[in-house]
């Protein structure tokens, strides 16, 4: 894959967009999705399938098109230099969109509570209906209430076909349709860690195109889902009734980044064991000790009880999600985290860079394929077959 690694001037996005020429390295119908992204004159359906094509731009696994992708990625970065403005999030969120992750276990109705959670935030519906009673309004609503919302819907991916269905956006049909919301789901492409390797980029994606709250909602895979949390400021757990055997994890796994629980489903024949599992929750939080390394300084993890179903409970949830950021703003833990999960997707992308260059390289390809075969026959360790991969890969550099 080749490098990029530049910067753009302002004088560079004002003659092209003056001159309504490409940008530096972009081709025609990228510069024509960074423009539309980015220019608050767009229209809101323009601006929509600038940002869907662009997301596409960004997972896909063609040399060209990751090339343009990272120099979009780039530009977005220097777009503060932009003449004509870039679209304005709402006053209140002038530190970026606000990132929640939504994780749990299969069956625990992500899809259909994130449905209701971004109906109630956004206050109406895809009719214009209002979601929400005055009565529900929050105090923290003076310094964060989202006008807009994105939703990245990571779906599982085969082991073996690579395929994936992509249907969790058939669980949120009202949301969907909301002219405020923007739903993408994308398959995992067997990436462990319950999201895929681009989500840090979409979600940048998503803040470039105005978006206030960016949700992700995970594949559900249990344990693994803790990388999650690398991608969001607030990480919220969602359990259905009945999931004490969650808690053999507490001590090492999702449970102990959570920054809020939910219980969901408390409805009907359900609701008792929903109070248990709640109760079971509560108890197994207030002994979690902390590690040094932990930022949530003044904050204590609540357990709700929420249910989809007949929507209760989501104006609860809703009130802790601003009271969070609130804390963590005012504390530090929400600029201090954001660095660390720059740091951390570095990495990450360094591996994926290394990764894309050996399947691209015929040479390095050849090496890879000659190594597996070595593998196969017992003739070296994968440890040393990675060594002699990586000697072959800084060769040709």
């Known amino acids: 894959m080749p490098e990029v ?24 119908r990228t510069t024509g999705i960074l423009r539309t992204l980015l ?24 040399a060209r098109r990751k090339e343009q992708a990272s120099i979009m990625l ?30 749990g276990p299969p069956g625990a109705g992500k899809s259909s509570f994130i449905e209701k959670f971004g109906l109630h935030v956004l206050g109406v519906d895809a009719d214009g209906k209002p979601t929400r009673s005055l ?10 209430s989202p006008s807009t919302m994105a939703v ?7 082991s073996y076909s690579g395929g994936s269905i992509l249907g969790d956006k058939t669980r949120m049909p009202e949301l969907s349709r909301h002219p405020d919301c923007f739903i993408r789901p994308s398959p995992t492409s067997t990436n462990l860690g319950g999201i895929n390797a681009y989500t840090n980029d979409v979600i940048q994606l998503c803040q470039a195109g105005g978006y ?23 990480l919220i757990l969602l359990v259905p009734p009945g999931g004490g055997d969650e808690l053999q994890g507490v001590k090492k796994g999702i449970v102990e980044v959570a920054d809020m629980l939910i219980v969901n489903k408390a409805d009907g024949a359900l609701l008792t064991t929903a109070r248990h599992t709640c109760a079971d929750y509560r108890g197994a939080v207030k002994w979690q000790g902390r590690g040094k390394s932990d930022i949530r300084e003044g904050w204590k993890v609540p357990v709700l009880m929420v249910s989809a179903k007949e929507n209760t409970g989501v104006d609860k949830v809703w009130e802790q999600v601003m009271k969070f950021k609130e804390v963590q703003s005012k504390n530090g833990g929400l600029e201090e985290k954001r660095r660390r999960q720059g740091k951390y997707w570095m990495w990450k992308q360094v591996q994926e860079i290394i990764r894309l260059k050996t399947e691209s ?13 070595a593998l196969m ?4 360790t994968p440890r040393l077959a990675a060594l002699q991969l990586m000697e072959a890969f800084f060769d040709k550099r």
């Open 377 to 380: 026959e017992g003739k070296v």
């Open 361 to 373: 390289d015929d040479k390095l390809k050849e090496k890879a394929n000659t190594l597996d075969r």
């Open 39 to 62: 220019d608050s004159g767009s229209s809101r359906q323009a601006r929509r399938l600038a940002l869907s094509r662009a997301v596409t731009l960004i997972e896909s696994t063609e």
């Open 74 to 103: 780039q530009a977005i970065s220097d777009a503060s230099l932009v003449d004509c403005p870039p679209v304005e999030s709402s006053p209140s969120s002038a530190s970026g969109a606000f990132r929640v992750g939504f994780a």
């Open 135 to 144: 009565a529900s309004e929050s105090p923290y609503m003076a310094s964060f």
């Open 212 to 234: 206030d709250l960016v949700v992700v909602e995970t594949v559900g895979v249990g344990q693994s889902e803790v990388e999650v949390d690398k991608a969001v400021d607030m």
């Open 5 to 28: 690694s530049r910067h753009f001037t302002s004088s560079q996005f004002i003659a092209s967009k003056e001159q309504n020429t490409t940008l530096g390295g972009l081709t025609a």
């Open 152 to 158: 990245l819907s990571i779906d599982p991916s085969s």
